[in-house]
Nanobody
Framework: VQLQAFGGGLVQAGGSLRLSCAAS????????VGWVRQAPGKERELVAA????????YYADSVQGRFTISRDNAKDTYFLQMNNLKPGDTAVYYC?????????????????WGQGTLVTVSS
């Protein structure tokens, strides 16, 4: 699975951004997808995940109610809508995917990664 992320940038606190990730190389409908971020000096954090079988979507507590993960199977693309952004959301965001049956809510189960896209939120 090849992944390519788009949509990062600079935004003021309270603003919105939408990240996109285009997937190729595998039947998109059958892959679990997620978004991971890494802030300077911190470990990678799974912020949102969406299993392909329609199980519940996962959101980290820090983004619950502000971020929404979605997918468009017809376009082999998935998204992360980020609203009410805060300076603490500043990080490099990565799209990730997995094709096996391992737990989609655990970051270490993701085998495929896109390049990161930087999101900077100014105060």
């Amino acid at each position: 699975v090849q992944l390519q992320a788009f949509g990062g940038g600079l935004v003021q606190a309270g603003g919105s951004l939408r990240l996109s990730c285009a997937a190729s190389g595998r039947t998109f409908r059958a892959i679990d997808v997620g978004w991971v971020r890494q802030a300077p000096g911190k470990e990678r954090e799974l912020v949102a995940a969406m299993p392909w079988r329609g199980d519940r979507r996962y959101y980290a507590d820090s983004v619950q109610g502000r971020f929404t993960i979605s997918r468009d199977n017809a376009k082999d693309t998935y998204f992360l809508q980020m609203n009410n952004l805060k300076p603490g959301d500043t990080a490099v965001y990565y799209c990730a995917a997995k094709t096996d049956s391992a737990d989609p809510y655990q970051i270490f189960n993701y085998a495929y990664w896109g390049q990161g896209t930087l999101v900077t939120v100014s105060s």
